[in-house]
């Protein structure tokens, strides 16, 4: 993600990334530019992946609707955008002087609506062919909305597994914008997923270490290493049209919508990007085993089924198990 620091915001800042990126055999990795006031132009409307902020989070990086409205206007490139209704939330702080312990509230269901009915009526009034995406999507009014006008979201595996009642239990280790909702609302969520209504899932990855989140309350959590295990365990029994569910979300859907070519399928001539998972394989999450470099997990000391056991990226075993 671009809000980092520095933020990612000129072809130095890209070419820093790629080169760090360019040395890891395991993973492919685009990096986002970020849309803001001070993104490097002509870049800002030439990049092919971009990320915009409506709500303040890791950083201090929020994107306007008029410099949102200005860059559809200029480019047709895919923007993912961050929806959280800023002022709004900081309404909300007055009310709650515990930003940790309110923080649900603080960040409640409104304030992703409010943001999303903003972006629909900026997608209204531009008439070229725009590229707009949802990031991590929480509530299944969220969902009716964005289906219904076309515009494409993704939901992330914790906003389908957890709610608020694992936030009350585990407090910053569950801290994340948008925030964790109520059992109904995850519950309502999850069950569109198996309606096939959630076409992309995505990790929203976002591996603070102890220190910054016990001492900053830092929002994220890590989710790449985890995303299946725990999607498979809860899908438990398991059957082919919710293996498809899995691949549809995971692979096939992200491949479409970003464009990408020869990756997500299993096909002559494609480039041979495979995981295989032992669907049997039953492991406890252990904070010290995790591959992620922040050590910690909020699905910690629980049993998941079914674990990745090799993986081949570009032709070459990365990583096995067997």
């Known amino acids: 993600?671009?809000?980092?620091?520095?933020?990612?915001?000129?072809?130095?800042?890209?070419?820093?990334?790629?080169?760090?990126?360019?040395?890891?055999?395991?993973?492919?990795?685009?990096?986002?530019?970020?849309?803001?006031?001070k993104t490097q132009i002509p870049l800002l409307y030439e990049y092919p992946f971009l990320k915009a902020y409506l709500g303040l989070t890791t950083g201090e990086y929020l994107a306007t609707e008029n410099e949102i409205e200005k860059f559809l206007v200029?480019?047709?490139?895919?923007?993912?955008?961050?929806?959280?209704?800023?002022?709004?939330?900081n309404e909300y702080k007055k009310e709650f002087v515990n930003e940790l312990k309110y923080h649900c509230e603080i960040r409640g269901p409104n304030t992703e609506l409010n943001s999303i009915n903003s972006l629909i009526k900026i997608k209204n009034k531009i008439k070229n062919k725009t590229s707009i995406h949802v990031a991590h999507t929480t509530l299944i009014k969220s969902v009716e909305i964005l289906r219904e006008v076309g515009i494409t979201f993704e939901v992330t595996p914790h906003h389908l597994l957890l709610n608020k009642k694992d936030f009350d239990r585990l407090g910053v280790w569950a801290k994340m914008n948008p925030p964790l909702r109520t059992k109904a609302e995850q519950e309502a969520l999850f069950a569109a997923f198996l309606r096939e209504e959630i076409p992309i899932?995505?990790?929203?990855?976002?591996?603070?270490?102890?220190?910054?989140?016990?001492?900053?309350?830092?929002?994220?959590?890590?989710?790449?290493?985890?995303?299946?295990?725990?999607?498979?365990?809860?899908?438990?029994p398991l059957n082919l049209t919710k293996m498809k569910l899995l691949v549809d979300a995971l692979a096939i859907n992200p491949r479409t919508l970003m464009n990408f070519q020869s990756k997500g399928v299993i096909s002559v001539g494609e480039i041979a990007d495979l995981t295989v998972i032992d669907l049997n394989l039953k492991r406890t999450v252990i904070n010290d085993d995790l591959f992620t470099k922040c050590k910690w997990s909020p699905w910690k000391d629980e049993e998941l089924q079914g674990w990745p056991v090799l993986t081949i990226h570009n032709g070459k075993i990365t990583y096995n198990d067997l």
């Open 1 to 37: 993600m671009p809000n980092k620091t520095p933020p990612v915001v000129s072809s130095q800042d890209i070419n820093k990334i790629k080169e760090i990126v360019g040395k890891i055999d395991e993973v492919d990795i685009t990096p986002y530019l970020l849309l803001s006031e």
């Open 74 to 89: 200029n480019s047709t490139s895919f923007l993912s955008v961050h929806c959280e209704d800023n002022s709004l939330i």
């Open 201 to 236: 899932i995505a990790t929203d990855h976002a591996p603070h270490t102890r220190e910054e989140k016990s001492e900053f309350f830092m929002n994220g959590i890590p989710g790449l290493e985890t995303a299946l295990p725990s999607l498979l365990n809860r899908l438990k």
